[in-house]
């Protein structure tokens, strides 16, 4: 069928959104997202207050942020990556694309809805990447059991959930 999505990595590539991973418990979601954050490229962060010390295990411990159930660590974390945009929103309007180049990232929060409940930083820090991160080369994906607005931090505001990212 033409609908049919046979690469999801050049699917989600050739779209330039971010991707919102829905699906029920043991569907696969942290498995597809561990094949994604291989090919996709750029620097990986992953909020993961749930991860094993082998769910990431390539990726530099400095990286998984969370582990053991650190919302602490996480909401900071979210933060910094605010203030990392505007800074690259200043570089980029100061002196263009080259100055953002090397500076690419993929984001990564495992169990959205938990990280609205218990970091203030989560729905902003969705928000503001789902609207500005692309053009800034900030790539995130964000993974719920559903794709209501609310689970992802995004109450009354469903049309940034399915303008901004693949589902």
């Known amino acids: 069928p033409d609908n049919l ?3 999801p990595v050049s699917y989600i590539q050739n779209k330039q959104k971010h991707v919102a991973l ?3 418990t043991g569907d696969g979601k942290s498995t597809f997202t561990q094949f994604l954050s291989s090919k996709i490229g750029g620097r990986v962060i992953v909020y993961d207050s749930d991860a094993k010390p082998s769910d990431w295990a390539w990726l530099e411990q400095r990286d998984v942020i969370g582990r053991k159930g650190n919302f602490k660590a996480i909401n900071e974390a979210m933060g910094n990556d605010l203030s990392i945009l505007e800074e ?7 002196e263009g694309d080259k100055a953002i180049q090397g500076r690419e990232r ?4 495992e169990e959205f809805p938990i990280l609205v ?3 203030d930083n989560a729905p902003i820090w969705l928000k503001k990447h789902a609207k500005r991160g692309r053009r800034y080369k900030q ?7 559903n794709d209501t607005a609310e ?10 959930l399915y303008s901004c990212f693949c589902l």
Request: charged share 20%; aromatic share 8%.
């Open 5 to 7: 999505i046979t690469d």
């Open 22 to 24: 829905v699906g029920g």
């Open 88 to 94: 690259l929103v200043q570089l980029r309007g100061d």
């Open 106 to 109: 993929f984001l990564i929060a």
């Open 117 to 119: 409940d218990e970091c």
């Open 139 to 145: 790539f995130i994906l964000a993974i719920a059991q």
């Open 151 to 160: 689970n992802f931090g995004l109450q009354g505001d469903k049309d940034t």
